[in-house]
């Protein structure tokens, strides 16, 4: 008996901005609850390693993030119980095709030629059998040698989808392998009713089957200069952990460019036979707050409330209350997301269209782009509860056994209360124990340092004052997470 080994790649990029207020680029959907208990990511990994059978071993999951989200992804990964067989981090987006690159070169360092599985992370699929069902088939076709995608029947002319063009092939199963004419972009409404209407077009989900092997050689032939550039970059890594750098100063100059546009469209007709497997599992991309009102239950007048939610004669709505009691009173087809510090409401049907407050916001430097008032860290959290002017309050949890970096501030002094827990704080040269209620002063410009030595989280309250109390003003010299500037 043969068996195939499958390496699961999770590409972990982009932002998801389409999803503000909830999705932010610093905690973006993909991360996010928007389908049940587990963030789509979580349930992405989850898919891919029930794939494993008698004939297919999967290994642990390689996942393509950037610096900023190495530690969340990891903590979730971690949080599901499957094994994390490496996070490569680039330095700079570069796309798609960059970065299953990386992952084909890692998955080669460790033998065997296996076949990737590449999946999106910000992705629902309803019927996991069915996922698994077509995943076989298109996992025996890439151990053949072909190159395999996974197409979505279209039950609507869907104007923000590319199409994927097949063999017609009336006596195929539903998740038999067609293959591949052509690959089309995302049409006009009157386009996408004839493909509809012609039941030889697919939408095209971003799920990849290939060998290793092929998308080198494949990459190699349409793009060498992405296979080089990228290689070259891999060749310069530096590892730490399960986390894997390429050097940054020559990935950076990798073309930008999608798998789709860099290879798989370049296949049909060409030595690299390509097919596709149909996936008729409920699928969705969730693309914007329309596609996440789809797939969660409704009451009888079609809403989908979560949190505290009280309405009247209202229809169609998406209510989110992440902090607060939010009330409707005889709307229709509304979106409302609350969070602590921003809500968007817009109309259902221009969902598409909340990419355009996003674009404000960044041009306006605004943080509510970047981050939620609550900012997870490796270490724990803080939540920004209150400011002025020369002040700000915070709320900070610190896991137990972590610790914040040895730092210091040059335009801000702090006093920390304990609220729960025992905090060993570093003030210059002196090491203090703290436990609830007493509290301590960090002056300006003093090198300090906040450790959880419990068992329980430790919970403090944090009072900045001073003449600019952003974020950015931190100057590290010890850090357990890799971020230290200084020696």
Known sequence: ??????????????????????????FPKQFLCLTGIESLFQQAAKRLASLGDRTTHVAPPLIVSNEEHRFLAAEQIHETGIELGGALLEPVGRNTAPALTLAALAAMERGNDPVLVVTPSDQTVADQVAFTQAMHTAIHEAAQGSIVILGIRPDHPATGYGYIHVEPQSDASTTSALAVRKFVEKPDAATAQ????AGSYYWNAGLFVLKTSVWLKALQTFRPDIAKATEAAWTAKTQDSVFVRPDKGTFINVPSESIDYAVMEKCPGSDFPIKMVPLDAGWNDLGAWDAVWNVLPKDEAGNVHLGDVITTDSRNTLVNATSRLVGLVGVDNLVVIETPDAVLVADKSRSQDVKYIVNSLTQQKREEHTLHRKVHRPWGWYDSIDDGQ?????????????????????????????VKGTAEITNGDNIIVLTENQSTYIPLGEVHRLANPGTIPLEIIEVQSGSYLGEDDIVRFEDNYGRSQKS
């Open 1 to 26: 008996m043969t068996v195939t080994t499958v390496q699961p790649v999770i590409l972990c990029g982009g932002s998801g901005t389409r999803l503000w207020p909830l999705s932010r680029a610093g």
């Open 194 to 197: 004839t493909y509809v209407d």
């Open 390 to 418: 020369r002040f700000k309050v915070k709320r900070i949890q610190v896991k137990p056994k972590a610790s914040l970096s040895l730092q210091k501030h040059h335009h801000r002094a702090e006093h920390w209360i304990v």
